[in-house]
């Protein structure tokens, strides 16, 4: 099973869902790219996932572009700007879903409070990825 994550910068949401995707199948092709890269994971997203035994301290960002003549069997958007950039990629796609999650790096306030928002969002990723990879 090939699986392509899609986000706008690749820092945060996405690879949260890649980490999440690979410790539940590890079997599995699984890579994560965004229209937009930034220049590193999200510092935040790797410690909430560091939290529950998942490290993506070696991912980066990378763009769509690395991923658009390759065959994929799903491909998930996470954020709405990716879903309307989705038609942009050109690669073969089997199954197209978007599954929106809320961007946590526009979290403010007390560090505790931007820590939970982060928290908040891995645990839904977490929830919403287990339900699809148990309907394929």
């Known amino acids: ?6 986000c706008t910068g ?9 980490g999440i995707l690979r410790s539940l199948h ?5 890579e994560s790219a965004g229209t937009r890269p930034e220049k590193e994971v999200n510092p935040y997203a790797i410690q909430v ?7 993506i301290s070696s991912h980066h960002p990378k763009s769509t572009t690395l991923f ?3 065959a994929f069997d799903i491909v998930v958007t996470v954020c709405d700007n990716a879903r309307e950039n989705c038609p942009v990629f050109t690669g073969e796609v089997k199954q197209r ?7 946590p790096a526009a979290a403010r306030g007390t560090e505790a409070e931007v820590i939970a928002k982060y928290r908040r969002i891995r645990d839904e990723i977490k929830t919403a990825f287990l339900k699809l990879s148990h309907n394929l």
């Open 10 to 18: 690749n820092s945060c949401r996405s690879q949260m869902a890649e």
């Open 97 to 103: 879903l978007h599954i929106g999650f809320e961007d």
């Open 49 to 55: 996932m560091k939290e529950i035994d998942i490290d």
């Open 26 to 30: 590890p079997s599995w092709e699984i």
């Open 68 to 70: 658009t003549r390759e």
């Open 1 to 6: 099973m090939r699986v392509l994550i899609l």
